[in-house]
């Protein structure tokens, strides 16, 4: 028999149904972060394999991280920015056995956080939101560099309650968290409600790489002003003074963002003053004398190229199963080449002579077949180089002999050349 109410009740329920189910989307989508953590993947993609299927234990092999706020934005008072940070620090250090120290010396520390636009550097290497509405993203260990989207913190409506939730996050896929599924994890891919501090899941999974909480944590009072590392400079032995050389291999920023003149056998560290000329094995063993090219990945490893072959080091340590040929690990680049430039949206150049080449590491055939082509191409452009870099700001720069040059994004030189003794060494 046909009840009006018995209508009446289904309706209810379809309502009902109707209404969980759009309340449901609203809390599955919440605001996604859209930030992927970057694995470390290798320039010459080597440890890709490895990494993908996340077997590998991503942590960091010590348990004192020390941190620098790179830069900071315009909109809201430092002070705060600060402030949140070393909250979103404490919230982890204290559940589990790692302590963060904040240091002035940027290019030292172990996580530097910076505020960037969608396309920016990282320790001079290119670096890339995955999407222009990324909030933010991160290394994994052990590279584990933070840096927030400038669209978002702080232009608009973003608040200091979400700054402090996405750090948390963030902090998390620096110390090795990945996603988690779960919507009460700070490591849920998108922000739900606001937090401020990891979750009973999240501190379960911390404490499962470096464990609970143990003993008193040190202070975690942040220096006030620069602390430059004292430098210890050895007197060189019957070796040619910086000043005095007339000419050099390459020139390397190193994993930890020093910039070094390669020559022959010996190294001199521009970040030092009045540099030694120290021995090359003694920094990066098995490498030989006189070396084409170099450049450091934001895997943080630092490639070596010579003739045919190219060497791989994990900071100061070779790699296993390096050096490798050079047409092995980069299909299509020639041996001998002159220098190496990494380009802003992923991939580097080579250049041997006047020529060049372009490699795209996100390919499958990372050199296309009109290559090489004439460095013609870029106005004002030397005849040969002998190395090229990027700085941590992002600045490219491009030498041969005792002259540079600085380059736009399209590899134009920009003015005339300096010179490398009076600008470079210091001299
Ligand atoms: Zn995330
Ligand atoms: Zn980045």
Not at 4 to 20: C, D, E, G, M, N
Not at 265 to 273: A, D, H, I
Not at 293 to 316: E, N, P, S
Not at 386 to 413: C, H, K, M, Q
Request: overall charge neutral.
């Amino acid at each position: 028999m046909f009840r009006p109410t018995s209508v009446v009740l289904a309706l209810v329920f379809i309502l009902q149904v109707v209404l969980q189910i759009v309340r449901g989307a609203a809390i599955l989508e919440g605001r996604p972060y859209h930030d992927e953590p970057y694995y470390p993947t290798d320039l010459d993609g080597a440890n890709s394999t490895k990494y993908n299927e996340l077997s590998a234990g991503l942590k960091w092999n010590k348990s004192l991280l020390t941190y620098n706020i790179i830069n900071y934005p315009v909109a809201v008072p430092a002070d705060l920015i600060r402030s949140s940070i070393r909250h979103a620090f404490d919230a982890w250090s204290e559940v589990t056995n790692l302590d963060f120290v904040e240091s002035a010396n940027a290019a030292q520390v172990d996580i530097q956080i910076g505020f960037e636009g969608v396309n920016h550097y990282r320790r001079g290497v290119p670096c890339q939101f995955s999407q222009e509405i990324t909030l933010a993203h991160a290394f994994f260990p052990e590279a584990g560099d933070i840096h927030f989207n400038t669209k978002y913190f702080f232009t608009g409506d973003t608040s200091i309650e979400q700054f402090l939730n996405t750090a948390v996050h963030e902090i998390g896929h620096s110390l090795g968290l990945f996603h988690s599924s779960s919507r009460d994890s700070i490591m849920y891919g998108a922000q739900l409600e606001l937090r401020s501090k990891p979750q009973p899941e999240d501190i379960q999974a911390i404490q499962a790489i470096y464990g609970v909480r143990s003993g008193i944590r040190p202070t975690t009072q942040a220096p006030t002003s620069a602390t430059r590392p004292t430098v210890k400079v050895i007197k060189p032995r019957t070796t040619t003074n910086l000043c005095s050389l007339e000419s050099y291999d390459t020139i390397v920023i190193d994993h930890r963002g020093h910039i070094c003149v390669l020559a022959d056998r010996f190294y001199y560290n521009l970040n030092e003053t009045n540099p030694p000329a120290r021995k090359i094995s003694a920094k990066w063993p098995k490498l030989p004398p006189k070396v084409d090219a170099a450049v450091t990945y934001r895997d943080q490893k630092t490639y070596f190229f010579k003739g045919a072959q190219y060497w791989k080091y994990d900071k100061r340590q070779l790699e296993e199963r390096y050096p490798r040929p050079t047409d092995v690990g980069f299909l299509g680049l020639p041996s001998s080449i002159d220098a190496l430039l990494l380009s802003k949206g992923g991939g580097f150049l080579v250049f041997k002579d006047q020529q060049y080449w372009f490699y795209d590491t996100r390919k499958a055939k990372p050199v296309e077949w009109y290559y090489p082509k004439s460095t013609d191409e870029f106005a004002g452009f030397p005849k040969r180089l002998d190395a090229a870099l990027v700085t941590a700001e992002g600045r490219r720069f491009i030498f041969s002999g005792l002259r540079y040059w600085e380059v736009d994004d399209n590899n134009y030189v920009i003015g005339r050349g300096g010179d490398v003794r009076r600008d470079w060494f210091n001299c």
